[in-house]
């Protein structure tokens, strides 16, 4: 009868402890939302540049900047609308898709540097989706693409499917005029 109350509490531990184990995260691997990207001919099939080309990301933010005075004092001025770059992809050879993440703000402007030779300019309107996974995973962010623009050496983007999550898709294909080969 004494050992009764021992044994009691020693299933509740054993319960508990083989429970809390039993127990894990259940975060989706690809918890980010990127936009995929086809390079594409002008017949819709799919073309890798001949030179490495690199992604890069711009935004514009308003920068603090400190400086220094002269007299050694330390001054503080907000630089309103900086662009701010990041290299994303460096120099991919064959690349004919590629997948980049967009910004937070309501729009995301990327540049194709084909080697230096050609910078392409892509700006991307969006509406973002703030999508609650849970306590333990945290918030992803979904966009929706309402309107694309391009600079000269593009010849035309289509958006394929405007919603940008984390199921890996098309978004959108760039179109260039390459020369027919015979």
Known sequence: MKRLPAIFIAIILLATFFLNSCEGESCPPNALAYAKFTLVNQHGKAVAPT??????????????????LDNGQIVERIVEDSIISDTLINKESNMSTFKVPL??????????????????????????RPYFMSVDCGTMMFHEATEVTHSYGIDSIEIINP?????????????????DTQ
Do not use: C, W
Not at 53 to 64: E, F
Not at 115 to 124: A, F, K, L, S
Not at 164 to 175: A, H, M, V
């Open 163 to 179: 919603n940008i999550d984390n199921y890996e898709k098309e978004n959108f294909r760039i179109y260039y005029t390459v020369a």
């Open 51 to 68: 030179v490495p080309a690199s992604i890069i990301g711009q935004m514009t933010a308003d920068v603090t900047v400190y400086d220094t």
């Open 103 to 128: 910004s937070y703000s309501n729009e995301t402007t990327l540049i194709i540097d084909l080697n230096g030779e050609q910078q392409d300019y892509i700006t991307i309107k969006h509406n973002n």
